[in-house]
């Protein structure tokens, strides 16, 4: 993607459970799988994962239940303390900041939302998104107003006073929303923020979100087990299972080019037409006739002109610049399911 | 014996739990009948009287050393007086006494005004009702004097309780180490005689209300710990980590985010602690401490019952009053108001309270009856009450159901089975507890069963040991025939479950005190009424777990049992009492407990147990003897504990209820 630093990298990095991970991590075998390190007694909540995470990104991070994708992002931000590896944010070592660095850097750089929202119950509204500010010891009035702010940045003007239990589900989770963004941070981790919602809610909190993102433009880690959610969101996705990160890649490749036999099965409901774009169609050294179509444009979008068209070769422009062109029977293929 | 030990480890493996404990059953059996056709050698029926360690005078010896020569009598006594400082002050502001501050009593129209408004703020109506309707009686009953002493030592040791009991649950859930010293402390607390308390309190606190404040406070304690470390540990760890995420420190953590988190099992502890505490310092009776207590032992020692029963009915509306306003206080959620809400209408109880309290502070000046309730002045109807109950109980059918009652249980059942179980010899005795261990739960709790009993035999105390017990068993055995009968009745309906349910909770909110006066009343002093107040008391854990085990029983269960063409004998037999039965055990363990404290407060009535000798060094500084005595009784309820605790765990994980 970009040529810059990435805000998040992470090298080879392993999280262990279990009655002396530090130990066991040192002696354990070379290319130990899943299975034999939980029959040796410990549990591989993150197994030997690199990973970067670029700046104004989105990150997904989908996995089942178990597949370790909660506890990598609670690796980044040192909820949990890694076994192995290194990971740095914006170019410091995590691991090595002191307590107080560490809690400098969660109160000003780092959001955070939370699958059951993790409200505190006592606090109204208001005094839950002013939280973060009023343990980095801002002021009453500069917490209220910024904390009035982001509050009216979710839509939830006026509920201010209410207290948690008051508000439905969706709305809570605006409150974490508004909680997570008030001190403005740079990086945004999402565990799971709509796993807990109905699905209607769930489709109107995605929209939000999505706005949001276009206003703000935050580096995000969002974790989900939701495929179409995570194909929805994404600019890159990754897919874990038993701690391990088994392919990292845009949603259009994911589909396209599943690494494993377990992508592949992700992929194999999903309507890929919805998903892939012209731009990853297009080859870059073909050229074609006529009216060009845009990279953006998903195989969906293009369907009744790939039916009815005759061309063999399409050509794709982004941005009014061509990048090459696309094969219709491929993007045909893309449509009917057929094998490329 | 040296045989056997020798084998022991290796052939112990071949067989199973069941063929020991049988095995054991059998020996004790064998051992009896060999008493009975008197060949036994006495040194086998009993322990010879030489081979009795005097762990009293051993104990003696350590407390002095602690008491003098580590100077610990001088720091308590340093103590006391910071405590009787606080206990002066509240006793001036509750009912007058000549110290410092020296500006009360508030009068008590103020403060029955002030309980009602807080019973209203809490709880609506009822509870304001119930606030100042307790305190309007009180006053006009005549005993308003004895009711403040007794609040001013609760208002005092409460909430001290509640502080130690905080630091020290949090503490616990902190460090490990900590919780590993304070569980088996706590379960020795909790199984301890309240006159255990009483005597180092009063030797170390000296006599009245500061020994007593001090022994309330100890035995209100634990179960704020308890609380305190399970609703810490119970906050959800997403919120947690919010905390952390919203960079919160350590001490930040703790003051934003754990302890509010935790405030409903804390405000359950709070609960816990005042109703301990009104427990307690009735008791505190037994050393001197002036109160309700003080007059209600002197009543019935004098077998004024009018009397008596209205001090009853007092100390029960004040628990009531209590347990009802904390608990209403654990539900009672923030609010929030609208905009713009003026500020005397957020705090409008507030300033109700302060109005009232002012107002009715000032009118009393004027009108001297609304300030205190002078002799003479009151509506006691002691007398007249005395003579109703003594009428009432006078009555032909009453007199002959009571006499009735009275001797049978007592030449047929309780007699019987009390000179049975001294008849067992001490060894045969052991083994037969160690065997109900070890067919219940396991090796290691008959193990503890027979470490525990045959300390209990070492202590040179057996035979009240084995009255105390057999006041026990046959109360909880007499206690299960009526309470579980009643309970699986009201379980059967919502409604009735509800109303036995609600029955239950007020009745265990009764300051165990207040059970001798039915218990007197109807049948005098005598053992019968010594099983009988230990029945009425047991038997509330008893039906109240059955109508919570019955109700729980998931839904699909009984329905799968109906739609097998289960009659309801059938559903309740092979469905719903499987089910429920580790539940129930939990309230058998607990009735088990409660007879166990109870029948040491029984030993008013005049028992021939622990109890009695218990009450009997509180006259004076046998502070070792008054240890061992307690310890037996521990020991014994401990044995109890542990056995059906680990019994109704194991069924629990059996059956995937947890």
Avoid at chain 1, 33 to 48: L, M, P, T
Avoid at chain 2, 266 to 275: E, F, R, S
Avoid at chain 2, 590 to 617: N, P, S
């Amino acid at each position: 993607m970009t040529a810059e630093n990435p805000v998040i990298s992470c090298k080879n990095v392993w999280k262990i459970f279990g009655p002396d991970p530090e130990a066991f991590m040192k002696t354990m075998p070379e290319g130990m799988s899943f299975e034999e390190i939980r029959a040796a007694g410990y549990i591989a909540g993150v197994k030997d994962v690199s990973i970067e995470v670029h700046k104004g990104e989105m990150l997904v991070i989908m996995g089942l239940s178990g597949s370790g994708k909660s506890t990598l992002v609670r690796c980044f931000s040192r909820l949990h303390d890694i076994t192995g590896g290194t990971i740095t944010v914006e170019g410091q070592d995590i691991m090595s900041l002191s307590e107080k660095e560490l809690i400098d850097l969660r109160r000003s750089k780092m959001g955070m939302v939370f699958q059951s929202f993790g409200l505190l119950p006592h606090r109204t509204i208001l005094e839950n998104v002013a939280f973060p500010l009023e343990m980095r010891g801002q002021d009453k009035h500069t917490r209220r107003e910024r904390a009035l702010e982001v509050i009216k940045l979710v839509g939830l003007e006026g509920r201010e006073d209410y207290f948690p239990r008051e508000l439905s589900g969706g709305q809570q989770q605006r409150v974490g929303i508004a909680r997570s963004l008030a001190i403005e941070p740079d990086i945004w981790f999402l565990d799971e923020p709509f796993s807990a919602l109905d699905p209607l809610i769930r489709k109107e909190m995605q929209d939000e979100f999505l706005r949001l993102q276009q206003m703000l433009n935050k580096t995000i880690v969002f974790i989900t087990h939701d495929f179409d959610e995570a194909l929805r969101l994404a600019d890159r996705i990754a897919i874990m299972k038993d701690g391990a990160v088994e392919q990292c890649d845009t949603p259009d490749q994911i589909v396209l080019h599943p690494a494993t036999e377990y992508v592949r099965k992700f992929t194999e409901d999903i309507d890929k037409a919805r998903v892939v774009h012209a731009g990853v169609l297009a080859q870059a050294h073909a050229s074609g006739e006529g009216e060009p179509q845009d990279a953006g444009t998903t195989v969906h979008d293009m369907a009744r002109m790939l039916v009815n068209d005759t061309r063999e070769m399409i050509p794709v422009h982004r941005a009014g610049v061509s990048i090459g062109a696309m094969s219709r029977k491929a993007a045909l293929d893309v449509l009917l399911g057929g094998d490329s | 014996m040296t045989v056997a030990s020798t084998t022991l480890p290796t052939s112990l493996r071949s067989f199973s739990n069941a063929q020991i404990a049988l095995a054991c059953v059998a020996v004790a059996l064998c051992l009896t009948i060999v008493q009975y056709l008197g060949l036994l050698p006495t040194w086998l029926h009993r322990l010879p009287e030489a081979i009795i360690p005097n762990f009293a005078a051993v104990l003696d010896a350590v407390f002095n050393f602690v008491k003098d020569d580590l100077g610990l009598l001088a720091f308590t006594r340093f103590l006391t007086e910071g405590l009787e400082w606080l206990l002066d002050f509240s006793a001036n502001i509750f009912f007058g006494k000549r110290r410092f501050p020296n500006i009360g009593p508030v009068p008590w129209t103020a403060v029955a005004a002030t309980a009602a408004v807080i019973g209203y703020y809490l709880g609506g109506w009822r509870l304001a009702l119930l606030g100042g309707g307790t305190m309007v009686w009180t006053a006009l009953i005549g005993q308003w004097e004895i009711a403040m002493q007794t609040m001013s030592v609760l208002a005092i040791a409460a909430p001290l309780a509640f502080v130690i009991g905080l630091s020290l649950g949090i503490a616990a859930w902190k460090y490990a180490w900590v919780d590993r010293v304070i569980k088996p402390v706590l379960s020795v607390l909790q199984t301890l005689p309240f006159f255990t308390y009483l005597l180092p309190a009063v030797i170390f606190f000296k006599v009245g209300p500061t020994a007593g404040a001090v022994a309330t406070t100890i035995y209100a304690i634990p179960p704020m710990i308890l609380m305190t470390t399970l609703g810490l540990k119970k906050v959800s760890p997403e919120v947690v980590e919010a905390g952390k995420m919203s960079g919160c420190t350590k001490a930040q953590m703790l003051r934003h985010v754990y302890i509010p988190s935790a405030r409903t099992e804390i405000l359950v502890g709070v609960n816990q602690v005042i109703m301990l505490s009104l427990a307690m310092v009735v008791l505190t009776a037994f050393i001197g401490m002036p109160g309700l207590g003080a007059k209600l032992l002197a009543m019935m020692g004098s077998f004024k019952l009018g009397r008596s029963f209205e001090i009853g009915v007092t100390i029960v509306l004040l628990a009531v009053m209590l347990d009802r306003m904390s608990k209403a206080w654990v539900i009672k959620l923030p609010e929030h108001f609208e905009r713009d809400t003026p500020i005397w209408q957020k705090h409008s109880m507030l300033l109700l309270g302060l109005g009232l309290f002012i107002g009715f502070t000032l009118l009393s000046l004027v009108v001297p009856f609304l300030a205190e309730v002078g002799r003479g002045q009151d509506f006691s109807q002691g007398k007249e009450l005395d003579n109703l109950i003594k009428a009432f109980l006078n009555i032909e059918w009453v007199k002959a159901t009571t006499g009735f009652l009275r001797a049978f249980l007592n030449v047929q059942v309780l007699i019987p089975f009390r000179n049975f179980m001294l008849s067992i010899p001490t060894p045969a005795f052991i083994l037969l507890v160690a065997a109900f261990a070890l067919a219940l739960a396991g090796r290691r709790e008959a193990l503890y069963a027979l470490v525990f009993f045959s300390l209990v035999a070492l202590s040179g105390w057996w035979d009240r040991a084995i009255i105390t017990l057999y006041s026990v068993i046959s109360a909880v055995s007499l206690a299960a025939l009526i309470g579980l009968p009643i309970g699986i009745l009201a379980s059967r309906s919502n409604k009735w479950s509800e109303r036995v349910l609600l029955v239950c909770d007020t009745a265990q909110t009764f300051p165990s005190f207040v059970y001798l006066i039915p218990a007197i009343m109807l049948f005098g002093i005598t053992d019968v009424a010594v099983i009988f107040s230990i029945l009425v008391f047991a038997m509330v854990p008893l039906t109240r777990y059955t109508i919570e085990g019955l109700r729980n029983v998931p839904e699909e269960m009984t329905e799968a049992a109906d739609m097998s063409g289960a009659t309801r004998l059938q559903k309740l037999w092979s469905v719903q009492l499987p089910i429920a039965l580790p539940t129930m055990a939990v309230g058998f363990n607990q009735a088990i407990m409660f007879a166990f404290f109870m029948v040491i407060i029984a030993a008013f009535i005049g028992t021939q147990d622990l109890g009695q000798e218990l009450q009997r060094t509180l006259a004076g500084t046998d502070l070792g003897k008054n240890f061992v005595l307690g310890i037996c009784v521990s020991l014994m309820a401990l044995t109890f504990d542990l056995t059906i605790m680990k019994w109704a765990a194991d069924k629990k994980r059996m059956l995937g209820l947890q």
